[in-house]
């Protein structure tokens, strides 16, 4: 049952606390000589470790010193051990954007949650959608658009009224965001493998940015989006309260 842990914690004092009282009962190795990473936050912290950790191969297990706790499980000094142990992985593939800037320069980064695309400007945005190289939508003019992934689908996606998506479902969901034409349109349900692609229309005048998971591109002239299989982040849950089960709560809340 001993295990070689890594500690990691956000700069919030309750978690840098948090860390020294578990490295004291534990011990603590550096990240590429661990077996499990303890990530210590809230959601953003654990996007960012996800993120940073990922050509490790080590299982990520969350706990919450932080606001918002979706990705991470209740936090207790005591029987960590134990709590590891039993624990269940759930893989998840993060989102590949590609983007050209106004410039003509190509901005590639990864996202676990989403990307989203937002105006930058006064006016809305004019969008058209392809999806595998069809035209899908000639123009949605909105406030903006984001592809989310299952695990990211109860954060922004849930907020601008997109759908909660089942962990392993293998579908995306583009979801617009204040749609002003077509009026109300909410989006789409998109297989996995679909290749979404945004361009902007107008861009000198209305300028949109692009961002994932906080990485943000601004005057955008076409993003394109797809999941990214050959990335796996590993994430561990208290049997019970894995992602799947906390989606479905979601919808009853």
Known sequence: MPKRIAFLASDAPVAQTARAALIGRY????PRDAEVIVALGGDGYMLRT???????DVPVYGMNRGTIGFLMNEYAETNLLERLEAAEEEIIN???????????????ALAINEVSLLRAGPQAARL??????????????????????PAGSTAYNYS????????????????????FRPRRWR??????????????????K????????????PDIDWVEIQSEPTIRHRI?????HGLEERLISEQFT
């Open 27 to 30: 011990g603590n190795v550096a």
């Open 50 to 56: 996800l993120h940073s950790t990922q050509h490790l």
């Open 94 to 108: 993060p989102l590949s954007m590609t983007a050209m800037d106004q410039a003509g320069q190509i901005h590639r």
């Open 128 to 149: 058209k959608i392809s999806v595998d190289g069809r035209l899908r939508l000639a123009e949605l003019v909105c406030d903006g658009a984001l592809v989310a992934t």
């Open 160 to 179: 601008a009224h997109g759908p909660i998506l089942p962990i392993g479902s293998d579908v995306l969901a583009l979801t617009a965001i204040a749609a």
């Open 187 to 204: 989006g789409a349900l998109l297989p996995k493998t679909a290749k979404v692609r945004f361009d902007v229309v107008d861009a000198d």
């Open 206 to 217: 209305r300028p949109v940015m692009a961002d994932a998971d906080s990485t943000s591109i």
């Open 236 to 240: 561990l849950f208290d049997p019970g």
